[in-house]
């Protein structure tokens, strides 16, 4: 293992350290974890397979579905032969869900074209093929306007690989240049940036742009921060929590931000999830302020002060051993009239 580079140990030690903690992980956020593209994960996994380390699952079009761990104690001691230990979520990007004898999911790795390099030719085909398209947009003249500069040779390359390859029509990159410009994003590096991103999570619509936060959205980032997770790279399922608080459940910043101070004064593990039941449990009820908030706070703690004032009081004396003691003795007991009724009979 002394010639492995340091993405194919990262990788291996961020599965581990995945497994041991029994949280679930994919080949996306592995990438989004340390910035590596899929197939860098995909090939630091394949490196470690022929080491012996670990084994990989493929389905018959040669798709992967799953990885073992192997126990590197057993390893030494028994050889390559060793039974593998299995992962209990597949590492790799779910697509579609079927059923066997239970649930399965089947999986398949989207594929990002590389960026080629174009040609004088090109170039002029690509702009004539849009002057006779039906919007007919000149979208050279509108990353300009746009970014408020002449483009160069790259820039160029750039929005023709975006259109051509990852295919961006004309309205989805008019919204990738809106949305990089409000988040005064202009540098072609980024843009491509966020353009291979959604090309990955499957938005393919100006709508889908607009309605979803992204990974590069400083509204993510401020969340990520009020959840004690500073300079971590948000990953596809922490960003798909932040969308469900904003799409689904329709809840304003500040909702969302008092929710994760909570959850940081509750716990140090899984904050995601404890934030979102904590967000869920307030969709249920209603709420749409802090104030709301406030008003449920006052309620529980009512709640709370009329159960204890309903219990029955167990007081005992200072030095009592006597369990008949520890209740409330009656007061109301006329001994003499007692002693007469247990004369009579």
Excluded at 217 to 223: A, F, L, P
Excluded at 317 to 336: C, K, L
Aim: proline fraction near 3%; aromatic fraction near 8%.
């Amino acid at each position: 293992m002394t010639d492995a580079n340091d993405a194919q140990l990262k990788v291996y030690l961020y599965l581990v350290r995945m497994m041991g903690a029994n949280l679930e992980t994919s080949v996306t956020d592995i990438a989004d974890r340390f910035n590596y593209t899929e197939k860098d994960v995909l090939r630091a996994l394949k490196y470690w397979k022929s080491k012996e380390i670990l084994d990989l699952d493929m389905d018959e079009n040669g798709t992967l579905t799953g990885v073992h761990l192997k126990n590197l104690c057993q390893l030494e001691k028994m050889g390559p032969t060793v039974e593998s230990t299995h992962i209990p979520q597949a590492l790799v990007i779910p697509q579609t869900i079927v059923s066997s004898l239970g649930k399965q999911t089947v999986f398949e790795e989207k594929v990002i074209p590389e960026k080629p390099s174009y040609s004088a030719d090109q170039v002029r085909a690509f702009k004539a093929s849009h002057e006779h398209s039906e919007n007919g947009i000149d979208i050279f003249a509108l990353a300009e306007v746009y970014r408020n500069k002449p483009l160069s040779q790259a820039d160029i390359n750039t929005i023709i690989y975006i259109c051509e390859e990852l295919g961006f029509n004309d309205d989805m990159f008019d919204q990738l240049l809106q949305y990089c410009t409000e988040r005064n994003k202009s540098d072609f590096r980024y843009i491509e940036k966020v353009a291979i991103g959604w090309k990955e999570n499957g938005i393919d619509t100006p709508e889908k742009a607009a309605n979803a936060p992204g990974k590069y959205d400083r509204k993510v980032y401020e969340i990520m921060r009020q959840l004690g997770k500073t300079g971590n790279t948000p990953t596809k399922t922490e960003v798909s929590y932040i969308n469900r608080w904003v799409g689904e459940y329709g809840f304003k910043d500040d909702i969302i931000l008092e929710a994760c101070d909570r959850t940081v004064l509750a716990t140090d593990n899984n904050r995601f999830k404890y934030a979102d039941k904590i967000l869920k449990n307030w969709k249920e009820k209603n709420v749409s302020s802090v104030s709301d908030i406030e008003n449920l706070d006052k309620e529980r703690e009512r709640n709370k002060s009329n159960k204890q004032n309903t219990k029955p009081s167990y007081v005992a004396g200072e030095n009592s051993t006597n369990m008949f003691n520890r209740f409330t003795q009656r007061n109301d007991i006329d001994f003499d009239e007692l002693e007469k009724r247990i004369v009579k009979n």
